[in-house]
């Protein structure tokens, strides 16, 4: 692979961590902005396994507007055990027009959600660099 593959790799790594963290944001200000608001409680976690290890995603069970009663996994899972236990009242934000579609309130990772942004800015940056000294 030549410095200009190896740029390119490097740029679309810090593309997709800034996406990744982008579409949580992104899903988190929406339904902020435009979802409803429902109480809920932690039901379970599930677990789940991956190449980058183990993680803990509360299922909760909330009640919509319309009295319709979700259970749904979350889709931000932590790598350790959380402190949304089983029982843990927690608030959910959800889209009425698909109430499955959901994020617990204070649980969205908005802080560690801008690092990845950050993160995948600057390694985008440096691929972008590195492709403009081997091109010049």
């Known amino acids: 692979m030549g410095p200009e593959q190896g740029a390119i790799s490097i740029m679309a790594f810090g593309l997709i961590f800034g996406a990744v963290g982008g ?3 992104f899903k ?3 339904l902020r902005r435009h979802g409803a608001r429902a ?3 932690v039901v379970r976690l599930a677990r789940s396994s991956g190449e980058s290890g183990t993680s803990y995603h509360p299922v909760v069970q909330y009640t919509t507007g319309n009295g319709r009663t979700m259970e749904v996994r979350s889709s931000l899972g932590k790598s350790r055990r959380t402190s949304l236990h089983p029982g843990t009242p927690v608030t959910i934000l959800y889209d009425p027009a698909k109430p499955q579609r959901m994020a617990i309130d204070g649980y969205s990772g908005g802080g560690s959600m ?3 942004c950050i993160f995948g800015a600057v390694i ?3 691929g972008l ?3 403009l000294s081997t091109v010049a």
């Open 28 to 30: 988190t200000h929406w």
């Open 124 to 126: 985008f940056v440096m």
């Open 129 to 131: 660099r590195i492709l």
């Open 39 to 41: 109480c809920g409680t």
């Open 114 to 116: 801008v690092v990845f």
């Open 23 to 25: 579409t949580i944001l």
